[in-house]
Nanobody, 127 residues
Framework: QVQLVESGGGLVQAGGSLRLSCAAS????????MGWFRQAPGKEREFVTV????????GYADSVKGRFTISRDIAKNAAYLQANSLKPEDTAVYYC????????????????????WGQGTQVTVSS
């Protein structure tokens, strides 16, 4: 069973930072686009950010652009989300995602076509 396991969530004050990690096991994700989604209480899951297989291309939701940074380490089979200048509206469960659709993997991941999901990690930002 392929697994994506997130870690690094927690409680932080507004203006603070967190670094989320996503560790993949039981297969390599070197040819997958990887990304993050989030779901706040009472809201639908929404796209946050994506990185392609080579780290040459990234994409961000407008709401996090300039504050969040995605990266990946192919050797460690992992992806990361550095979240800075956090706001209370960033409070949500954050999910790691992986998609393989060839050269358009990041395009499809951004649109919610996901092959593997993590179980989620809670991020709570207090005002």
């Amino acid at each position: 069973q392929v697994q994506l396991v997130e870690s690094g969530g927690g409680l932080v004050q507004a203006g603070g930072s967190l670094r989320l990690s996503c560790a993949a096991s039981r297969r390599t994700f070197s040819d997958y686009a990887m990304g993050w989604f989030r779901q706040a209480p009472g809201k639908e899951r929404e796209f946050v950010t994506v990185i392609n297989w080579s780290s040459s291309s990234t994409g961000y939701a407008d709401s996090v652009k300039g504050r969040f940074t995605i990266s990946r380490d192919i050797a460690k089979n992992a992806a990361y989300l550095q979240a800075n200048s956090l706001k209370p509206e960033d409070t949500a469960v954050y999910y790691c995602a992986a998609t393989s659709r060839g050269t358009e993997s990041d395009y499809w991941l951004r649109r919610g076509v996901v092959d593997y999901w993590g179980q989620g990690t809670q991020v709570t930002v207090s005002s």
